[in-house]
C-alpha cells in the first residue's frame, strides 16, 4: 500500500503541468465526495427517473451491432464499438442516422486484426483502434477514412487520451512477459503515461487498475478498491468517490491476495466490482451482495453528497431497463437495449405508449435502441 500511494503523489507531480481540456466552469479540483451505501434498498426505480428519451439506432447495412462494448456521445455523433461480434466501429449522427461502418477485419496496412480497444482523441474527431496482436494504433476519422498509425513498444489492454499530449495505457499484468517492459524499471506498475510518440512517461498503480472515461472524466482506480481517482489537469490524480460499505458489510481493497481468498470474499462478503456510470449531476455505483437481491444499486448526487439505495423493479414500461445503464452523456444515462428486447416485450403497464412508438417498424434484426435516463431526487 505504501507503495500505491507513493505511485499516485509522483504521478500527480508528472501531471502537474498538463491540461485536460475541460470547461472552464468545471473545478479540477472537486473535493472528495463519500457514497455511504445505505444497508437496505428502498427506493423504487421510478422514483429517480424524471423522464426517457430514446434514438433508434439506423441501418447499417449488412453489419449489424451485435454487442455494445463502448459507447460515445459527443455533440455531433454517436460512436459504438463492437469488439466482439461485428468487430466493427459504428458511426451515427445524434438522430441515429448511420454515417460511417468501419469493419476492416485483416491483416493490410489500414486494417486491425483485432479491436483490443477503442478510444476517441481528445478533439473527439478521431476514432483510435488499439490492434495488440500488431502493436499499433490505428487512425480513423468520422466518416472512417484511414488516416495514420503509431507503433506501440508493449502490450496494452486498455487506453484513453489524459489530454492532447498524453496518453493512459493499461497493460494485461503480464508485464514480465513482455518484451517491450524488460528493461523498464518499474515494470510492476499497471498504468502507464505515454506520450504522443508512445514513450513511457511515468507509471504508477503496482495493484491492478481499472480504467474509465466519462465524457472528458477520466478515472483510476485499483481493482477492489474503495477509492476512485480523477485524472485532473494540474492537480494529477484527485480522489473524487470514496467508498463506505461498512452497513453491508462490504470488503475492499483484497485485490492482491491469492485466487482462493478472493473468491472466498466475493463468495462470503459485500464487495465493489468496479462497477459505476459518472454523470453530470449524478453517479450511479453497483455492489455485488452475497445474498439476493445479488446486486446493489446506489445513486450518488453529486450537488447534495446525498446517497440513495434503489430497489430494482418497476412498474413502468421503460424503467425496467435502468438497471442496464452503462453510458452517461451531460446529465443523461444511457443503456443500449436490443431491438428484440422490444418486439417481444408487450406487458400492460404505465408508460406502454412510448415503448409501443419505438416498437413500431422495429424487428430482430434492427440495430439497439438507446435509452436517455434523467434522473432526480425521490420526492
Known amino acids: 500500500m505504501k507503495h500505491y500511494f507513493f505511485a499516485l503523489i509522483f504521478a500527480s507531480l508528472l501531471l502537474y503541468s ?9 473545478s479540477d479540483s472537486d473535493p472528495l465526495q ?56 459504428f458511426v451515427f449522427d445524434r438522430s441515429g442516422n448511420a454515417q460511417a461502418v468501419i469493419n476492416r477485419l485483416g491483416r493490410g496496412p489500414q486494417e486491425y486484426t483485432s479491436l483490443t480497444d477503442v478510444c476517441l482523441t481528445p478533439d473527439q474527431q478521431r476514432i483510435v483502434v488499439l490492434d495488440n496482436s500488431k502493436k499499433k494504433l490505428l487512425y480513423y476519422n468520422m466518416e472512417g477514412d484511414f488516416l495514420y498509425d503509431k507503433n506501440t513498444s508493449f502490450w496494452i489492454g486498455d487506453l484513453a487520451y489524459a489530454d492532447e499530449q498524453h496518453i493512459i495505457a493499461k497493460t494485461y499484468g503480464a508485464q514480465n512477459e513482455d518484451p517491450g517492459l524488460t528493461s523498464y524499471e518499474n515494470k510492476d506498475d499497471n498504468l502507464y503515461i505515454l506520450d504522443t510518440l508512445m514513450h513511457i ?5 503496482p495493484r491492478t487498475a481499472i480504467l474509465k472515461q466519462f465524457e ?33 458489510n462490504g470488503v475492499t481493497n483484497f485485490g492482491e491476495e491469492s485466487m482462493e481468498k478472493v473468491m472466498e470474499i466475493r463468495k462470503n462478503n459485500a464487495y465493489f466490482p468496479n462497477d459505476y456510470v459518472d454523470g453530470k449531476d449524478f453517479a450511479l455505483f453497483r455492489f455485488s ?18 446517497n440513495y439505495s434503489i430497489e430494482g423493479t418497476s412498474k413502468k414500461a421503460l424503467n425496467i431497463y435502468f438497471m442496464e445503464v452503462s453510458y452517461a452523456f451531460d446529465d443523461q444515462f444511457v443503456a443500449a437495449i436490443p431491438a428484440f428486447r422490444f418486439v417481444g416485450d408487450n406487458a400492460p403497464m404505465p408508460g406502454s405508449e412510448q415503448r409501443a412508438v419505438i416498437q ?20
Open 18 to 26: 498538463c491540461g485536460h481540456g475541460q470547461n472552464d466552469n468545471e
Open 34 to 89: 463519500v457514497v455511504v451505501v445505505p444497508e437496505q434498498a428502498d427506493m423504487p426505480i421510478d422514483s429517480i427517473i424524471e423522464k426517457v428519451d430514446y434514438i433508434k439506432l439506423g441501418d447499417t447495412g449488412d453489419v449489424l451491432i451485435g454487442d455494445v462494448s463502448k459507447l460515445w456521445i459527443t455533440p455531433q455523433h454517436i460512436v459504438i464499438v463492437d469488439k466482439f461480434k461485428a468487430m466493427s466501429i
Open 201 to 205: 512517461k511515468q507509471s504508477m498503480m
Open 216 to 248: 472528458d472524466r477520466l478515472y483510476v482506480n485499483a481493482i477492489h478498491g474503495d477509492t476512485i481517482y480523477r485524472v485532473a489537469g494540474s492537480d494529477g490524480l484527485v480522489p473524487q468517490y470514496r467508498l463506505d460499505m461498512s452497513a453491508i
Open 289 to 306: 451482495m452475497p445474498v439476493a437481491p445479488y446486486m446493489q444499486l446506489v445513486m450518488h448526487n453529486k450537488h447534495t453528497g446525498q
Open 360 to 379: 413500431k417498424n422495429l424487428t430482430d434484426e434492427d440495430n439497439p435502441v438507446l435509452l436517455f435516463y434523467t434522473l432526480k431526487d425521490p420526492e
